[in-house]
């Protein structure tokens, strides 16, 4: 999180398009109203959803309260003031829709494009497998009453609404339901969406689903591929933060240490000793002479071991042991514990290795065995491989899944007006930008990323855009002085 820092930037950069004016604030404020629904379905009793919504119990179509696995809780409802037909699917709550998030395997998922009844295109791809689940489970429920609905009521519309894992059921109930004639008008609305489906599946759908991220919500970018990607990074991360952990503490550091560890120890005993070099010293000659020798000795076992970790990294197929070691000339005798190959190493190398320089200047000794040897390796080498590749068949490829249709962002980004020293959140500037689904392909973290994912966040985020959005709009229509 340190080395990423705040990444708001990325989402309005060239590549986006900022929304702005009256189509952005009427858009912004039909997300709204339809995410406050959405939210009082998911989090309040029924009734109350049915009384802040305007409903009656007539208006209900179809109503599943009960959660089960691949079976998340939905309601069909008519709303004669907008003149639509509403399909409101709960996310992940209870511990069986969590399973049914769980569920994140890659299955194959075909969607048929229709015009004017005929098939038009079929566009191939995979889609998360326990939403996909879901959605045809909601799909042979809900169809026969929205059917009749329909036409009885043949100019209303219908739409898909949901947020999180419903986010991502609804996207892909939606494209099943436009691959029936009676249903080719609907479209969706999905709140922090989970990647649910491939590239060019989640591309075809633009025209039909609006996909709205909070600020750093990690939730749209949260998948397989997307995690194993973050993996590396940390453990990469992880690692160069142990090299830099090295450098501080060099090879020099712990020598004069180590001195001065033993010249604190002489000078408790010193008086014991009747041999003393200098009459003005407490640190008798013998002990300070023992003590040189002994850093010495630990200096060699660090070159030692350097080297042999050196010609290791340049030879793993090679099992070494330090047999002889040549003081005057600064040299390490490294014996093959497999085929009797002796390597001799200079000492001054292994002193850059463990500066952070590694250098490895081993040559060989008896040329043609080591040759002979490792041609017998290379060959036994390939050979255990092959077998290998035999045995055991390729594992297969992660497929990366992304958020579905036209993906709209709030940016959050501090005020070019603010003062030092202010807080962030009454100064920040909210802005809403239409990006490219390339952003979603990587995880990136944040403080907030998951308390940004919730409902709430969502609709106090929004609160403040329809603010900026309109007093943006007032400044542009104010007339001009001058």
């Known amino acids: ?259 001065a560890f033993a010249k604190s120890h002489m000078l408790s005993i010193s008086h014991s000793t009747g041999k003393t070099g200098d009459p003005n010293s407490s640190i008798s000659e013998p002990l300070l002479k023992e003590a040189v020798e002994i850093t010495h000795s630990e200096e060699n076992g660090l070159k030692i071991n350097c080297i042999h970790e050196a010609y290791f990294v340049a030879n793993p197929e090679h099992d070494l042991s330090v047999v002889s070691v040549d003081a005057s000339e600064e040299r390490v005798i490294l014996v093959n514990n497999d085929d009797d190959v002796s390597v001799e190493a200079a000492a001054g190398s292994a002193v850059s290795a463990s500066q952070g320089d590694v250098e490895s200047n081993a040559t060989l000794d008896t040329e043609q065995a080591a040759s002979t040897a490792k041609e017998e390796a290379s060959q036994n080498l390939n050979g255990s491989g092959k077998e290998k590749q035999k045995e055991s068949p390729s594992a297969p490829a992660l497929r990366q899944l992304f958020p579905p249709g036209r993906i709209i962002h709030m940016v959050a980004q501090p005020s070019p007006d603010r003062n030092p020293g202010e807080g962030t959140s009454s100064k920040e500037a909210i802005s809403i930008y239409e990006t490219p689904r390339e952003l979603y392909g990587r995880i990136r973290l944040a403080p907030n990323m998951i308390d940004e994912h919730y409902m709430p966040s969502y609709i106090s985020t929004m609160e403040l855009l329809l603010e900026q959005l309109q007093s943006d709009n007032i400044v542009s229509t104010a007339p001009d002085d001058s």
């Open 1 to 259: 999180m340190k080395r990423q820092g705040n990444l708001q930037h990325e989402y309005s950069g060239s590549d986006c398009l900022q929304l702005k004016g009256h189509d952005a604030h009427t858009e912004v404020a039909y997300l709204l109203d339809h995410l406050k629904l959405c939210m009082f379905y998911s989090k309040n009793r029924f009734s109350e959803f049915l009384k802040f919504g305007g409903y009656s119990q007539e208006d209900v179509l179809i109503h599943k309260s009960r959660a089960r696995l691949m079976q998340p809780s939905f309601v069909l409802v008519r709303d004669q003031k907008a003149k639509c037909f509403l399909l409101f699917i709960r996310g992940a709550i209870s511990p069986k829709e969590r399973l049914t998030a769980a569920s994140s395997v890659e299955v194959p998922f075909h969607h048929i494009v229709l015009n004017e009844g005929q098939i038009d295109n079929v566009i191939l791809g995979y889609a998360h497998c326990g939403m996909l689940a879901a959605a045809r489970w909601i799909a042979n429920l809900a169809m026969p009453p929205l059917r009749n609905a329909v036409r009885e009521f043949p100019d209303y519309q219908i739409k898909v609404i949901g947020h999180s894992m419903g986010a991502g059921i609804g996207a892909i109930l939606t494209y099943i339901l436009r691959e029936h004639h009676d249903f080719t008008s609907c479209t969706c609305l999905a709140f922090g969406p989970a990647a649910c489906m491939t590239w060019e599946l989640a591309e075809s759908g633009k025209d039909f689903i609006t996909s709205l991220v909070n600020r750093d919500d990690v939730v749209p970018a949260l998948s397989k591929v997307a995690m194993e990607s973050l993996r590396s990074e940390v453990m990469v991360s992880s690692k160069l933060d142990d090299l830099q952990d090295q450098d501080h503490l060099s090879l020099f550091a712990k020598i004069s240490q180590r001195i």
